[in-house]
């Protein structure tokens, strides 16, 4: 990632005189069970990325255990971070993008400092209560968007793992939630759990 300039979103900003420019990214949006995570991070203004955070991208690109190393350090060089979540009783009462604006919602004003900016990944505007702009792809465009990725999509796994210990039998811990065979698999023998989005089982419940 060193070739390309993660802070070319979060430049113009600095030089404006804006310096807490916040990154929100989700993880969570398609899978049948769990609930959407949003995370929004503040990062040091000029950070020396390649020194500090080496190999930052979009999560999805990453391995867990880069994701899990990186995770830490984000954590600590930020000035500011927030996880949060909208819960799978909220995703089946307001739908999935909504549900996912709330929890990007919450993360922003989770953060210790109050960002001047936002900068988010995506096409559609959550309606933050901040200045905000959209990045499509910012995931691995921009650092403050890459971070905020990872945090929440490493935090997500975290409570899909925990999610298994309660109910085995579906491989939450291997699928994190998704719509993978050996899910679908669980929920022909076991039915669907607590932790699964109704909403998003119209059609398994159809074939039944």
């Not at 209560?129 to 921009?142: A, C, F, M, N, Q």
């Not at 679908?184 to 074939?207: D, I, Q, T």
Request: glycine share 8%; aromatic share 8%; hydrophobic share 40%.
């Amino acid at each position: 990632m060193s070739q390309v300039d993660l802070f070319a979103y979060e430049r113009p900003y600095w030089e404006a005189g804006k310096t807490l420019l916040c990154g929100v990214d989700e993880a969570g949006r398609g899978p049948l069970a769990g609930p959407v995570c949003a995370a929004a991070v503040i990062l040091p203004r000029d950070l020396d990325v390649d020194a500090v955070l080496p190999g930052l991208n979009d999560s999805k690109k990453l391995t867990e255990k880069k994701r899990l190393e990186l995770f830490d350090k984000i954590k600590e060089c930020a000035v500011s971070y927030c996880v949060a979540y909208a819960t799978e009783q909220e995703i089946d009462e307001i739908n999935i993008l909504q549900a996912t604006y709330r929890a990007m919602h919450r993360a922003v004003e989770g953060l210790s400092q109050t960002p001047e900016q936002a900068l988010v990944d995506g096409n559609r505007d959550p309606g933050l209560d901040v200045p905000t702009e959209l990045i499509v792809k910012g995931d691995s465009r921009s650092a403050s968007v890459a971070a905020a990725s990872i945090l929440a999509k490493v935090s997500r796994d975290a409570v899909m793992v925990r999610l298994a210990e309660e109910y085995p039998q579906y491989g939450f811990e291997v699928h994190k939630g998704y719509g993978t065979k050996r899910h679908y698999g669980a929920l022909e023998e076991f039915g669907p759990c607590p932790a699964h989005r109704n909403s998003f089982l119209k059609k398994f419940y159809a074939r039944k």
